[in-house]
């Protein structure tokens, strides 16, 4: 809301500063035509997610509810965006639904993201080596990535 409010202001002092000055070139429907053909990235909300995602997998309210263990009326209330779950409600959430917490929460954009359980798993035993041999295997991962879209890109 802030964004489209200062964008306002700053249109209404461009179209008066050339209307103070005078400067007949600019007229106000260029300036219009301009500033309406920004488009604003829109950020999809929590319950916008949650019903997307309850909606793939032919779940109802109620049944999603059932499936988590609360009353049926929260899931309504969540997808409205009134009330958040707690961090043990949006696990139960992300796994019923068959995604990750990290997606619903809008924390990325891909809902496969991080469902493989062996690459977590290497990733959990990464994250607690010393940072030298993390730095390491990273670079050899990076390498290998590279071989690979570099065969992918010739056809190999």
Do not use: W
């Not at 499936?67 to 696990?91: C, F, M, Q, W």
């Not at 992300?94 to 359980?117: C, M």
């Amino acid at each position: 809301m802030l964004q489209i409010y200062t964008l306002v202001n700053f249109k209404q002092t461009l179209y008066d500063f050339f209307k103070h000055y005078k400067r007949s070139i600019f007229e106000k429907s260029a300036i219009n035509r301009s500033f309406c053909s920004i488009k604003y990235l829109k950020m999809v909300s929590f319950g916008k997610k949650l019903r997307e995602c309850r909606e793939l997998k032919s779940f109802s309210q109620s049944g999603l509810a059932r499936e988590i263990n609360v009353h049926h009326s929260i899931i309504g209330r969540y997808e409205r965006d009134e009330a958040k779950p707690t961090i043990d409600i949006l696990k139960k959430l992300a796994f019923a639904l068959g995604t990750t917490a990290g997606y619903l929460l809008g924390e990325t954009e891909d809902s496969e993201l991080f469902k493989d359980p062996k690459m977590l798993e290497r990733l959990k035993e990464l994250s607690h080596l010393p940072q030298q041999d993390k730095e390491c295997i990273l670079y050899t991962l990076d390498g290998l990535l590279q071989n690979v879209k570099a065969r992918q890109a010739f056809g190999k």
